[in-house]
């Protein structure tokens, strides 16, 4: 069964920088495709980043790139989403989900196994 936890969330001001982390138990986060999504109340989750299992390529949605990094750490069994630049629409609960690693997918329904989320507030 494959577990995931987010962290470091919290409050964090314009132009600052935040580091979230989803780390994976029950497996080995290697095989898995990993993505970041953000969902604030009466909305849809969105995607915002997703790395693939084992050649690390990564996507984002328009909306952040140039602002966020998604890095992995199969060793740590653990992937980053580095937020640079956040902005207050950046504002939501973030989650990471996994899926056996067959593309790249900023869609949630294609992701299996979701952790429970961090909180992220852009605030001046």
């Known amino acids: 069964q494959v577990q995931l936890v987010e962290s470091g969330g919290g409050f964090v001001q314009p132009g600052g920088s935040l580091r979230l982390s989803c780390k994976a138990s029950g497996v080995a986060l290697d095989n898995y495709d990993i993505g970041w999504f953000r969902q604030v109340p009466g909305k849809e989750r969105e995607g915002v980043s997703c790395?693939?299992?084992?050649?690390?390529?990564?996507y984002y949605a328009d909306s952040v790139k140039g602002r966020f990094t998604i890095f992995r750490d199969n060793a740590r069994n653990t992937v980053y989403l580095e937020m640079y630049n956040p902005k207050l629409a950046d504002t939501a609960v973030y989650y990471c989900g996994a899926v056996l690693g067959l593309g790249l997918s900023l869609n949630p329904a294609d992701y299996d196994y979701w952790g429970q989320g961090t909180q992220v507030t852009v605030s001046s």
């Open positions: 790395i693939s299992a084992r050649d690390f390529v990564t």
